[in-house]
């Protein structure tokens, strides 16, 4: 580092004042790995709370700048001692190797320190006046230097036989993120879990607050290497190359749990009482990690309820599929019934006319030909109007030479009809009425209104308008039928007479506007005289109509089936989530509180040691981790294994003959201990890393209570102490409750 106001931070923020203070008044030695130029070190050698600032640094282009630092009049303290009276330089080794920290014993450079043996009245919460500060490389050699001081907190080897010593680091980012990550982090590595179990970690300094770089580290041009310039023939398997120069950097430091240091303790055969408030503040981180433990399994059992939910939903779906499938055979049965019989029946419609038919052209040639039919029903009727048809189907003769009577009278109008239709005068010249020869011939009103007939030539009278041709209805019937069959006139009764023979085609009776509506034209643009019969076809097309309409209708009966099937099932689906939700949260609370209850009724020690002799071998199996910590360990582990209902029927088989042989009469009444639920138990070949919290607790607690381990770690009062209750199984009433006691676990050893 080259900021003075970095550095100046960096060490305010190794709290000496109150390590000095802790300790009586002693000063503080500084161990300094990788020292560099010396600019952290002077600003350690400034401070009147540091006795002795032991420098270790082996490259040339650093040490002449150390040695320099105890020619230096200007570097004092308050109290007036400068580098001569506290730098202590030391160019072997930089701190990477163990042998270094030994010879500096024997040089003396400790000789303001005791160790524990040296002072066993020191309490085991104090800070010793011992700080480690490192710059370490942005290399592995980095990694692994940082990693061998925490897992030295473990047995309290290499500096920690001084007591309790604060760690200090310059490291890059990322070291400081895999070595803080908390268990479920994607930065979580071996480095983090080490470092959670033995040490209280702190950023001093972020990376944001270091930057720029160039402001902050020295050299500002350095290439693809490590970050801190050294010699490279101190480690004979160093690669310059692999470091980085990129990485943003940042500072920590690192204190030793007091359970470590009480374990350290008692492994020296010291015992020490520590303060209450020592002790609540030991219990609030443990409390701290074991809610850090119960949102995990919070968490994970949230992801597998969801994974279990999904399943079920997916097998639900399945079922409803097999059920609609077997619907849609059924439906696509059907669907094939009515295109069969449409074919069927475009290929009969194809025979009688000689053409092919779409789906789209059903409808509109069936239209057309019911319009055929109709216009040939009213052509059957023999009316050319409504009220005519409806007296020709009441056997009611309705007179057709209504203009001939009109002309008898003399020219008078047949009167003003309802409809506003003009009357018509009888003259003769007019060409009113035709006459019966003209009706004979085959002359049609039309061409008697153009004057075009065959007898004819073109009249030069007033040409006829359409309503001046056509008369109501009304007005034709107003007539008194049986007047006009008592006086009838020989023309008139020709002309009747010629009419009922030719029968007269449609138009010439329909009124002009209903003409027009439904007479066919011909190809020069007229109507017909006439209207076609139905055609032969006619009846195939209405029948594949039919049949064309049932399919459809069929159809969106099916699309309506379908959309309400799909309603139904998400409507469930997203009920039954919510339900699952519900419960799943409902079940996390519950087994979060017993998690924290059961991980902070732990003896800390006992846990601890576990934990410190199992995480050194984590990728190997439960039996051979626990073999090296603990004798007899694999024994022990039968008995909360999958057989376990087999050992403790052996055991205590054994224990009935032994009482029997004694003349107990109780020797029938023995019966085996509670059982740990099946779900928990644990295979001596799983490995440690696949262990879950559940089995972690049952496991500390197992051989918490077990009588043959370490008698020199553990206060022996505390196996005989009152049971503990353990119940994190819901599996059956009696495994709830079960005792986990000295007597119920004693059993021979196989």
């Known amino acids: 580092m080259r900021d003075r106001t970095a550095i100046k931070k960096f060490v305010d923020g190794l709290e000496l004042e109150s390590i000095v203070e802790q300790n009586g008044g002693q000063k503080v030695t500084i161990i300094e790995s990788f020292a560099g130029p010396g600019t952290i070190t002077s600003e350690l050698i400034s401070r009147k709370e540091v006795g002795r600032v032991i420098a270790m640094e082996t490259s040339p282009k650093f040490t002449w700048a150390l040695e320099s630092l105890k020619e230096d009049p200007t570097l004092v303290d308050a109290e007036g001692k400068g580098p001569k009276d506290k730098l202590f330089f030391y160019h072997r080794d930089e701190g990477y190797h163990w042998w270094a920290y030994q010879e500096l014993e024997q040089y003396g450079a400790f000789s303001q320190t005791k160790t524990w043996a040296e002072d066993p009245s020191r309490p085991a919460h104090q800070l010793a006046p011992v700080v480690f500060v490192s710059q370490l490389p942005n290399t592995v050699h980095g990694d692994q230097l940082y990693t061998q001081l925490i897992a030295a907190m473990g047995n309290g080897g290499w500096i920690f036989p001084y007591g309790r010593i604060k760690l200090a680091f310059v490291m890059p980012e990322t070291l400081a993120k895999r070595a803080t990550a908390n268990a479920g982090s994607a930065w979580r590595a071996r480095i983090g879990t080490l470092g959670g179990i033995y040490a209280w970690q702190r950023i001093i300094q972020s990376a944001q607050s270091l930057e720029p770089q160039t402001d902050c580290f020295w050299p500002e041009n350095l290439r693809a290497q490590r970050r801190t310039l050294r010699n490279a023939a101190s480690i004979s398997n160093e690669n310059m190359a692999s470091g980085s120069s990129q990485l943003a950097m940042c500072t920590l430091t690192a204190v030793p749990k007091v359970r470590q240091v009480q374990a350290w303790r008692r492994l020296a055969g010291l015992q020490s009482q520590i303060p209450a408030s020592v002790l609540e503040e030991e219990k609030a981180h443990l409390q701290q990690e074991a809610e850090q433990k119960a949102q995990l399994i919070r968490d994970e059992r949230t992801k597998l309820a969801n994974q279990e939910a999904e399943m079920e939903e997916q097998r639900k779906r399945e079922a409803a599929v097999k059920v609609v499938g077997t619907r849609e055979k059924a439906m696509e049965e059907k669907l094939r019934g009515f295109d069969a019989k449409i074919a069927q029946l475009k ?40 009220s005519e048809r409806r007296a020709r189907k009441k056997g009611v003769a309705v007179s057709s030479s209504l203009m001939d009577t009109a002309a008898e009278q003399g020219g008078t109008a047949v009167g003003e009809t309802d409809s506003g239709a003009d009357a018509v005068s009888a003259d003769g010249s007019e060409g009113l009425s035709p006459s019966s020869d003209e009706l004979a011939s085959g002359t049609t009103l039309s061409q008697l209104r153009q004057g075009t007939g065959p007898s004819q030539t073109p009249s030069a009278g007033p040409t006829l308008g359409r309503r ?25 009764g020709a002309a009747t007479a010629n009419a009922d023979a030719d029968a007269p085609s449609e138009q010439e009776t329909f009124s002009p506007k209903r003409r027009r509506a439904s007479a066919p034209r011909k190809a020069g643009g007229r109507r017909s005289d006439s209207t076609s019969a139905p055609p032969a076809w006619a009846a195939t097309l209405e029948s594949l109509r039919k049949v064309h309409q049932d399919k459809l209708t069929y159809l969106r009966l099916i699309d309506g089936r379908r959309t309400r099937l799909t309603s ?38 006992s846990l601890d040691y576990l934990l410190r002799g199992v995480y050194v071998l984590r990728s190997k199996s439960i039996s051979t981790a626990l073999a090296r910590t603990f004798p007899g360990a694999e024994s022990v582990l039968k008995r909360i294994g999958p057989d376990a209902e087999a050992v403790y029927e052996k055991q205590l088989e054994l224990a009935r003959q032994r009482a029997q042989a004694s003349g107990d009469s109780n020797a029938q009444t023995l019966t085996p201990p509670p059982l740990p639920p099946k779900s928990l138990r644990i295979h001596p070949d799983t490995p440690v890393c696949d262990l879950t919290d559940e089995q972690w607790i049952l496991l500390a607690r197992t051989f918490e209570r077990w009588p043959f381990r370490p008698a020199h770690l553990f206060d022996e009062s505390k196996l005989s102490s009152a049971p503990r209750t353990k119940s994190t199984s819901k599996d059956s009433p009696n495994e709830r409750g079960a005792t986990w006691t000295k007597e119920t676990m004693m059993a021979e050893v196989d």
């Not at 419609?349 to 038919?357: M, Q, S, T, W």
């Not at 469930?572 to 079940?587: F, G, P, S, T, W």
């Not at 017993?594 to 003896?603: P, Q």
Request: aromatic share 4%; hydrophobic share 30%.
């Open 347 to 386: 290929a009969e419609y194809k025979e009688l006319r000689g053409e092919d038919i779409t789906d789209e052209d059903i409808e509109v040639e069936y239209q057309k030909v019911k319009l055929l039919l109709a216009r040939e029903r009213r052509r059957q009727l023999g009316g050319s109007n409504r």
């Open 468 to 492: 001046d041709f056509s008369t109501s209805a009304r007005s034709r019937s107003s007539v008194d039928p049986a007047t006009s069959s008592d006086a009838p006139s020989a023309s008139s």
């Open 568 to 605: 139904h099932y998400e409507n469930e689906a997203e009920a039954r989530q919510l339900k699952h939700e519900e419960a799943i949260k409902a079940a996390a609370e519950v087994q979060a509180s017993e998690v924290v209850e059961a991980l902070c009724g732990i003896e800390v020690e």
